[in-house]
């Protein structure tokens, strides 16, 4: 199984700052990787797939880099409705498909 | 465009069967491109795979759950179902359907399912 690790468990950062998200396999699982964004009492919606292709109607303010173990999530500029949870999910080596256990964006 | 909901059981007892089923709409489960699977959230918690089905009905489960998960499909219905046995406390969770390959995407609204006496 491979696992995901996101750092850091926590982000605070103010209204228009750059948030920088990070996530780490535990074996390469080339660009098969996903992004989520997760609201209180919302489903996860997908951000990103192929580690970098933002999915429909997603703001290109979020974008995402990596390949093999290390992955990013960036969203460039915070508004306001970004704060919230973010997931990564690995679908090279399946199953099990797997999810980081998040990073919570908080405002500062 | 394509829509999930989950329907099913708040609430279960130590012990017993979780069931619940996905109803698709706005389109066909009968797709050859999409798995169709069960992601679950316990309270507070990250997101755990637990198993997904093909439309001919060829299944994967996540090994730390497979001796009590039964997923099935019913075409006729457009709908899946989830089957959990001897579940515990530790089963309480928001329960998500999603359509799937690789990434998922939709998901479904996710249920609540508490497991108490």
């Known amino acids: 199984e491979i696992v995901m690790t996101q750092s850091p468990a926590t982000l605070s950062v103010s209204p228009g700052e750059r948030a920088t998200l990070s996530c780490r396999a535990s074996q390469s699982v080339s660009s098969s990787l996903a992004w989520y964004q997760q609201k209180p009492g919302q489903a996860p919606r997908l951000l990103i797939y192929?580690?970098?292709t933002r999915a429909t109607g997603i703001p290109a303010r979020f974008s995402g880099s990596g390949s093999g173990t290390e992955f990013t999530l960036t969203i460039s500029s915070l508004q306001s409705e970004d704060f919230a949870v973010y997931y990564c999910?690995?679908?090279?080596?399946?199953?099990?498909?797997?999810f980081g256990q998040g990073t919570k964006v908080e405002i500062k | 465009q394509l829509q999930l909901q989950e329907s099913g059981p708040g609430l279960v007892k130590p012990s017993e069967t979780l069931s619940l089923t996905c109803t698709v709409s706005?389109?066909?489960?009968?797709?050859?491109?999409?798995?169709w699977g069960w992601i679950r959230q316990p309270p507070g918690k990250g997101l755990e795979w637990i198993g997904s089905i093909y439309y001919s009905g060829s299944p994967w489960y996540n090994p730390s759950l497979k001796s009590r998960v039964t997923i099935s499909v019913d075409t006729s219905k457009n709908q899946f179902s989830l089957r959990l046995n001897s579940v515990t406390a530790a089963d309480t969770a928001v329960y998500y359907c999603?359509?799937?390959?690789?990434?998922?995407?939709?998901w479904g609204q996710g249920t609540l399912v508490t497991v108490s006496s």
């Open positions: 706005g389109g066909s489960i009968s797709i050859k491109s999409y798995y």
């Open positions: 192929g580690a970098s």
């Open positions: 999910q690995q679908y090279n080596n399946w199953p099990p498909w797997t």
């Open positions: 999603a359509r799937h390959w690789d990434y998922f995407d939709p």
